[in-house]
């Protein structure tokens, strides 16, 4: 029923900025766990970071202290600042939601974003 669309993706030098924005539609997801994925070429999709319907966070080690994940419930949006960007950062980001009761794991995304940086 909640639809994620992500945009913001685009080209950067290492060490700039990107912020990445997913909107969701069908519902509100106040009662939702959000979070943020990447997939590089190769390799599995893992998580960047993660924000509860508290605005308790989670962070992945390699991301720390350079991204930060935030919500907006009257918008309905999750965000993803990335600062101080590496090429290792380069990958598909994928928005993505599960409900804070009914599910274990994240059953909701969106189609990804392209995100590239450079050296």
């Known amino acids: 029923q909640v639809q994620l669309v992500e945009s913001g993706g685009g080209l950067v030098q290492a060490g700039g900025s990107l912020r990445l924005s997913c909107a969701a539609s069908?519902?509100?997801?106040?009662?939702?766990?959000l979070g943020w994925f990447r997939q590089a070429p190769g390799k599995e999709r893992d998580i960047v970071a993660s924000i509860w319907w508290s605005g308790d966070t989670y962070y992945a080690d390699s991301v720390k202290g350079r991204f930060t994940i935030s919500r907006d419930n009257a918008r309905n949006t999750v965000d993803l600042q990335m600062n101080s960007l590496k090429p290792e950062d380069t990958a598909v980001y994928y928005c993505a939601a599960r409900h804070r009761d009914y599910s274990y794991a994240y059953d909701l995304w969106g189609q990804g974003t392209q995100v590239t940086v450079s050296s």
């Open positions: 069908g519902r509100t997801v106040s009662n939702y766990v």
